[in-house]
T-cell receptor, first 121, second 117 residues
């Protein structure tokens, strides 16, 4: 198990183009989250999946954003018609239901990926 | 609404000094989790600790210790005998765990810790 994997690590795109990011969570984790982090700020919640169901979306997630998690495994986050304000680090995290696991175990908290850094020029 | 405040934007210390990172939170929930994460320059958020709202015992893990005080809504993090490798941004976060919650995290803005040799 290699943890949470995100691809690509970096993406530079021209304004107006569409981009798609992928997140592969820890295989036994049924919960998956997307966060966005801008420079000098903490991560902000975007959306949440339990298995394949998208159960919550933040107001930060405009109509240009869409996320999927087919079959409850990997997830994709697509941004259409990118704008310069979309430039940020997009982080994916996975977890079991909180309360499971014990301190020191890998599944005790959320596990984050290394993120995809998007630059819109 | 939940809120996490990390008043210290940047802290700079010399190696071997002790340093405390402050975290104050706001929530109307009676049950919640508190977290600390470390974010090195590589960008990945590294889990350090999770604390339940009903467990106010302080915790020590090696050079790291955490002081949770519900009365003041604070969850401070102390690094003893700091090392250069401790240099990173540290985030405090809060998660509601009441019924129906999605357990999403609310983060503070982070504290950039620089440990100089």
């Amino acid at each position: 198990d290699t943890g949470v994997s995100q691809n690509p690590r970096h993406k530079i795109t021209k304004r107006g183009q569409n981009v798609t990011f992928r997140c592969d969570p820890i295989s036994e984790h049924n919960r998956l989250y997307w966060y966005r982090q801008t420079l000098g700020q903490g991560p902000e919640f975007l959306t949440y999946f339990q298995n394949e169901a998208q159960l919550e979306k933040s107001r930060l997630l405009s109509d240009r954003f869409s996320a999927e998690r087919p079959k409850g495994s990997f997830s994709t986050l697509e941004i259409q018609r990118t704008e310069q304000g979309d430039s940020a680090m997009y982080l994916c995290a996975s977890s079991l239901l909180m309360g499971q696991g014990a301190p020191g175990e890998k599944n005790y908290g959320y596990t984050f990926g290394s993120g995809t850094r998007l630059t819109v020029v | 609404a939940q809120k996490v405040t990390q008043a210290q934007t940047e802290i700079s210390v010399v190696e071997k000094e002790d340093v405390t990172l402050d975290c104050v939170y706001e929530t109307r929930d009676t049950t919640y989790y508190l977290f600390w994460y470390k974010q090195p320059p590589s960008g990945e958020l590294v889990f350090l600790i999770r604390r339940n709202s009903f467990d106010e015992q302080n915790e020590i893990s090696g050079r790291y210790s955490w002081n949770f005080q519900k009365s003041t809504s604070s969850f401070n993090f102390t690094i003893t005998a700091s090392q250069v490798v401790d240099s990173a941004v540290y985030f405090c976060a809060l998660s509601d765990i009441s019924g129906g919650s999605n357990y999403k995290l609310t983060f503070g803005k982070g504290t950039l810790l620089t440990v100089n040799p």
